[in-house]
T-cell receptor, first 115, second 115 residues
Framework: AQSVTQPDIHITVSEGASLELRCNYSYGATPYLFWYVQSPGQGLQLLLK????DTLVQGIKGFEAEFKRSQSSFNLRKPSVHWSDAAEYFCAVGEGAGNNRKLIWGLGTSLAVNP | DTGVSQDPRHKITKRGQNVTFRCDPISEHNRLYWYRQTLGQGPEFLTYFQNEAQLEKSRLLSDRFSAERPKGSFSTLEIQRTEQGDSAMYLCASSPDSSTPGVLTFGAGSRLTVL
């Protein structure tokens, strides 16, 4: 069965430091991969996605992620974290075929940012 | 475009009561999804509509759960005879046919507490 693993439940970084959030997936075919962010009281927001092409994808808010098929990973990175980045981050893989793909989600990584 | 709206935002009910949640997607979006999220977990897929047709329903959705999208616009999710295990955040998301599968716009969610 398809699955997504986010090994880090909680991460704390200092403002201005770099960030890497890990995501590993299990999926038989070419995966559609996503990172969403969830801030308190707000809906999940798409940060970036990968489904083909360049394995390094750029997203909103200065985030990027790299798809590594050999490692079944899709890690999220940001070179310099801002206090407003504190939130819950979810990695997801799109399961299914064609236009009907439901998302299989990881458990999330909670990011805290120290001033 | 006011985004995806969900109502109510919070619902507290006693075990055994029925509850109904409403989702108003972005007007031009013909795909609509319901997910459930419990504390410390990622969202879990519940069901998916393409216009008014319910195309997929998760095994997680017991017979006490029913969702409708009668005119292909707003959707309702009803839970009958609620149980404490139903306590969760119920998330609605929508997307247009033209978007990459898995690229969703989420509402802020409806939080259900069953006493």
């Amino acid at each position: 069965a398809q699955s997504v693993t986010q090994p880090d439940i909680h991460i704390t970084v200092s403002e201005g430091a770099s960030l890497e959030l890990r995501c590993n997936y299990s999926y038989g075919a070419t995966p559609y991969l996503f990172w969403y962010v969830q801030s308190p009281g707000q809906g999940l927001q798409l940060l970036l996605k990968y489904f083909s092409g360049d394995t390094l994808v750029q997203g909103i808010k200065g985030f990027e992620a790299e798809f590594k098929r050999s490692q079944s990973s899709f890690n999220l990175r940001k070179p310099s974290v801002h206090w407003s980045d504190a939130a819950e981050y979810f990695c997801a893989v799109g399961e299914g075929a064609g236009n009907n793909r439901k998302l299989i989600w990881g458990l999330g990584t909670s990011l805290a940012v120290n001033p | 475009d006011t985004g995806v709206s969900q109502d109510p935002r919070h619902k507290i009910t006693k075990r055994g009561q029925n509850v109904t949640f409403r989702c108003d997607p972005i007007s031009e979006h013909n795909r609509l999804y319901w997910y459930r999220q419990t504390l410390g977990q990622g969202p879990e897929f519940l069901t998916y509509f393409q216009n008014e047709a319910q195309l997929e329903k998760s095994r997680l959705l017991s017979d006490r759960f029913s969702a409708e999208r009668p005119k292909g616009s707003f959707s309702t999710l009803e839970i009958q005879r609620t149980e404490q295990g139903d306590s969760a955040m119920y998330l609605c998301a929508s997307s247009p046919d033209s978007s990459t599968p898995g690229v969703l716009t989420f509402g802020a969610g409806s939080r259900l507490t069953v006493l």
